[in-house]
């Protein structure tokens, strides 16, 4: 499981909707730390997409903040951060030196394939309505993620047989 | 004032290649550090030198990137200076048990409060791929073309053997897992070690990396190791490079004292008839 400290047969929806913001924030975050790093490593097509991917994921938090607010005002939260771990965050082991448009790609299906796999483990263990309700919508715009990188993909011609990796520059000095 | 792992962050962007096993190491210390509650201004990270030990500039806590080898040292002298600090040494495997082997052993008889974590990634990266001191025998690198002859230091055993109070290994292949043994680590009151198994994505072997150490980890919770037993640590570690062993193997259930704490009574004790600072030379001077 990815996160820790979280009983979800008792959490209330003002707690799941600040899970679910701060699983936005996180993948925000790490896509724009995989954006630098690509940027450093002079992968410029790699770093657009996670930027691009940095700001779908920072819409959701905003939409689901805004939501949060509406319900439950400025309350104070009973989740951290610090409970969480790459729940919807592409793991650091993904990014490769000089990725392809595709694998940068692959990295966000498999992103999305990965919160889907949380919020699908995590549904039967809940028993408020309301918290269930909004998993559910979290589960399904996960598969309506899925399906948009999928489209994308698609657009794709395949990657050539040329292994990028074998022509990495060594890491570079920092000013 | 309660800390968040951001806090913890700094502006510095790391530059390790992408992929690396450091980015979930530094993710996870942030963790610990914000778990642990300390401000950063109360934190002291001292390193060697090597990829890893980079890591000090990308904490917000006081840092010092030392010399090669030389992190142990550097950090018990700060310890003994500033014993209310809270001090981390951080280094690779290169820097702790090659160039600073011979500081480990020392740092560890003497038992300050220091957590030391070794970013063990059987290679030299940062210099492009030599055999390190935990290189598997056989291992072809630019430095043993024809496969390694040596033996690798199983850094588990070396540090239990000279008796660290506490020794665990994770990996961030299992970030929960990694974070929590770092906070173990420093919670300890003594020299703790955390042996992490942070892969090289550019030089390492394809079966060291994250996806593999997912497959291969196992958790010593998961087997009923009992942490206190030294014997059964020493038994788990002799496992070091076949199995993947995560968790604390070794934690004293009786922690001895410090060697500030000693060094701080043993001040007391001779306070009193100790010659002030400016006439320290009359020692030397013919009565």
């Given amino acids: 499981m990815p996160t820790k400290g979280i009983d979800y047969r008792t959490i209330s929806l003002r707690d799941a909707l600040d899970l679910a913001v701060l699983i936005e924030e996180e993948a925000k975050e790490r896509y724009l730390e995989l954006a630098d790093q690509m940027e450093l490593h002079h992968t410029p097509d790699a770093e657009g997409f996670f930027r691009f991917m940095a700001d779908n994921e920072d ?15 400025h309350q104070p939260s009973g989740v951290t951060r610090e409970q969480l771990f790459d729940v919807e965050a592409p793991d650091y082991s993904e990014a490769r030196v000089f990725m392809t448009p595709r694998e940068a790609l692959e990295t966000a299906l498999r992103s999305e394939t990965k919160a889907w796999t949380f919020f699908d483990k995590v549904l039967p263990q809940l028993v ?22 999928r ?7 395949p990657d050539d047989a040329f292994c990028h990796e074998d022509f990495a520059d060594e890491p570079v000095g920092q000013d | 004032m309660t800390l968040t792992a951001k806090d913890f962050k700094s502006d510095l962007k790391p530059i390790w290649c ?12 942030y963790r610990a550090l914000a778990a642990i509650g300390r401000p950063p201004h109360e934190i002291a990270f001292v390193s060697g030198i090597g990829c890893s030990s980079r890591i000090p500039g990308y904490t917000t806590a006081y840092g010092f990137n030392s010399v090669h080898g030389r992190a142990l040292p550097i950090a018990q ?7 209310q600090l809270l001090v981390l040494a951080a280094g690779g495997d290169g820097d702790g048990f090659s160039i600073g082997g011979g500081h480990v052993p020392h740092a560890i008889r003497r038992n300050m409060d220091i957590t030391y974590v070794v970013m063990d990634n059987q290679i030299y990266g940062l210099t492009k791929g030599q055999l390190s001191p935990t290189s598997p025998r056989g291992l072809q690198t630019v430095t043993s073309v024809g496969g390694s002859l040596e033996q690798p230091i ?23 897992g990694l974070t929590a043994v770092i906070e173990e680590a420093i919670r ?17 072997q394809e079966n060291q990396q994250i996806k593999a150490h997912r497959e291969q980890m196992k958790t010593l919770a998961s087997l009923g190791h009992d942490a206190t037993n030294m014997a059964a640590a020493l038994a788990r570690a002799q496992h070091y490079g076949s199995e993947l062993y995560t968790g604390v193997f070794y934690k004293n259930p009786q922690p001895p004292q410090t060697f500030e704490a000693q060094a701080r009574e043993r001040q007391t004790q001779l306070g009193p008839s100790a010659r002030p600072r400016d006439r320290i030379l009359d020692m030397f001077r013919q009565q």
């Fill in chain 2, 188 to 204: 300890y009151p003594g020299f703790a070690f955390v042996n992490v198994q942070s892969p090289c994505v550019t030089y390492g």
């Fill in chain 1, 151 to 157: 489209r994308e993909l698609a657009k794709l011609p």
């Fill in chain 1, 128 to 149: 408020d309505l309301g918290v269930r309700g909004l998993f559910e919508e979290l589960r399904a715009e996960e598969v309506h993620h899925q399906e948009l990188v």
């Fill in chain 2, 154 to 176: 199983n850094p588990l055993l070396y540090v239990l053997a000279y008796g660290a109070g506490f020794v665990a290994q994770g990996t961030p292949a299992d970030m929960a």
């Fill in chain 1, 59 to 73: 819409k959701h938090r905003v939409e689901l903040l805004e939501r949060r607010h509406k319900l439950f005002d």
């Fill in chain 2, 77 to 83: 002298g700060i310890k003994l200076a500033r014993p």
């Fill in chain 2, 18 to 29: 992408p992929g690396c096993g450091d980015f979930g190491v530094v993710q996870a210390m």
